[in-house]
């Protein structure tokens, strides 16, 4: 009597962990927008990798990893790919809505699943990919339109992405999750320059500190060790699929603590990207891997 109850928690348990690491992670954007006007998305970026990689140097201890010459080569490009996703993904948020900016960024993961597929159904995942796309450009004198400058960062982290699952694969296959711990350290290393000439001073406002430090739990370390739990209790195209949906949770952070309405044809665009992912990820090779999320 107890063994069916017993299982459906089992299964359920890791599929609401991932649904509070995408929660938490969006949450975490919503509160890094509230920096912007103090330190810019450029301080905002620097600040978070650098508290960032202090949590997870504590919590994962990196210098334990070890590294040769080929592998240090895969982890310090790893880490410039997730120090790039976030800066870019940080600067779309200055002109784009958080849902959008998130749906536009996941063209990344999604072109990933794609490739690893090569089905003849994965024309359609594109044409829905495609159709979400253009429903975001600006026609004519509608208002509705995105900011083709911030749209463009969040493609950019989009490729960001891209380049970070290919290189995270290699790179964890050699140190498992200490490579996340090194990853975040260059990433902090390879964008604090860009923080410090834009906001300089700034940087040390004390105010920022706390929210600085709760925005690098709630989209690093909080987030990713959930993640890595539900993996380990899931099939791998049960976490891309419910992966998917993070765009939806963005739109919907934007709304709850940042008033960002969205109209129906930038809901229905997101919803045309979300299904593309979930199409992709579905059909994807047995051997491909999902995209695990560090924006």
Not at 97 to 105: F, N, R, S
Not at 157 to 165: D, E, K, Q, R, S
Request: hydrophobic letters at 60%; proline letters at 5%; glycine letters at 8%.
């Amino acid at each position: 009597m107890n063994e069916q109850p017993r299982s459906l928690a089992t299964a359920l348990f890791p599929v609401g962990l991932l649904l509070i690491a995408m929660a938490s992670i969006q949450s975490g954007a919503s509160l890094a927008k509230s920096m912007f006007p103090i330190v810019g998305a450029q301080g905002t970026t620097t600040l978070r990798l650098i508290f960032a990689s202090v949590i997870m140097l504590l919590l994962l201890r990196p210098w334990r990893a070890k590294l040769t010459a080929k592998s240090l080569r895969t982890v310090i490009i790893y880490g410039i790919a997730l120090g790039g996703m976030n800066f870019l993904f940080y600067m779309s948020l200055r002109t784009v809505p958080l849902g959008i900016a998130v749906a536009l960024e996941f063209t990344g993961p999604l072109a990933v699943a794609i490739y690893a597929s090569r089905r003849a159904i994965d024309f359609l995942w594109i044409a829905l990919a495609v159709c979400g796309l253009l429903l975001l450009i600006p026609t004519g004198a509608t208002s509705s339109g995105i900011d083709l400058l911030g749209a463009g960062y969040a493609l950019g982290a989009g490729v960001c992405w891209a380049l970070y699952i290919l290189f995270g694969q290699k790179a964890g296959a050699d140190n498992g999750v200490q490579t996340a711990a090194l990853g975040v350290m260059i990433a902090a290393l390879f964008i604090a320059p860009v923080g410090i000439v834009h906001a300089g001073a700034a940087l040390l406002t004390p105010s920022l500190i706390p929210v600085a430090l709760a925005v690098a739990v709630l989209s690093t370390a909080l987030p990713y060790t959930l993640e890595m739990v539900a993996l380990t209790r899931m099939p791998a195209r049960t976490f891309g699929t419910l992966m998917s949906v993070e765009p939806a949770f963005g739109a919907l952070s934007g709304l709850l603590f940042l008033h960002e309405y969205l109209t129906l044809a930038q809901w229905l665009a997101i919803l045309c990207i979300i299904m593309a992912s979930v199409g992709a990820t579905l059909t994807m090779a047995s051997n491909a891997q999902p995209a695990v999320p560090a924006d």
